[in-house]
C-alpha cells in the first residue's frame, strides 16, 4: 500500500481559499488513481474529487464543482485540492485516498484502499 500525509487545513473565512496536498510514499505513485474525501461532525465521509493516474481526467462532487479543482504531480508523488470560495458547509475533515488505478473513475470510498490521516478544514461565516 502506499502511505499517505495531508497537510494545508486550517481555518479560513468563507470565500476564502485554501490548497490541501497529500503526500505519497511507498509505491510508484502513477500506479494510482487519487482522491479526496471528507467528512463533516456527524455526518458521513462523501466524495469530493478524483483524478486518474495520468492526471488527465478528474470528476467532482455537485457541492464542489466549480469552486475545487483537483491535480496531481507525479514527478513528486503529490496530489493537491485547490479550495476557492469556501463555504461553511465545507467544514469537515479531509482525506486523502488512493485507488490502484482502474479504467472507470474511482468516485465510492470502497475503491480506496490507502488513506490519510486527514486534516481539518473550517469555514467560518
Known amino acids: 500500500q502506499v502511505q499517505l500525509v495531508e497537510s494545508g487545513g486550517g481555518l479560513v473565512q468563507a470565500g476564502g481559499s485554501l490548497r490541501l496536498s497529500c503526500a505519497a510514499s511507498?509505491?510508484?505513485?502513477?500506479?494510482?488513481?487519487m482522491g479526496w474525501f471528507r467528512q463533516a461532525p456527524g455526518k458521513e465521509r462523501e466524495f469530493v474529487a478524483t483524478?486518474?493516474?495520468?492526471?488527465?481526467?478528474?470528476y467532482y462532487a455537485s457541492a464542489v464543482k466549480g469552486r475545487f479543482t483537483i491535480s496531481r504531480d507525479n514527478a513528486k508523488n503529490l496530489v493537491y485540492l485547490q479550495m476557492n470560495s469556501l463555504k461553511p458547509e465545507d467544514t469537515a475533515v479531509y482525506y486523502c485516498?488512493?485507488?490502484?488505478?482502474?479504467?472507470?473513475?474511482?468516485?465510492?470510498?470502497?475503491?480506496?484502499?490507502?488513506w490519510g490521516q486527514g486534516t481539518q478544514v473550517t469555514v467560518s461565516s
Open positions: 511507498g509505491r510508484t505513485f502513477n500506479n494510482y488513481d
Open positions: 483524478i486518474m493516474w495520468s492526471g488527465g481526467i478528474t
Open positions: 485516498a488512493a485507488a490502484t488505478r482502474g479504467i472507470t473513475l474511482a468516485t465510492t470510498d470502497r475503491r480506496y484502499n490507502s
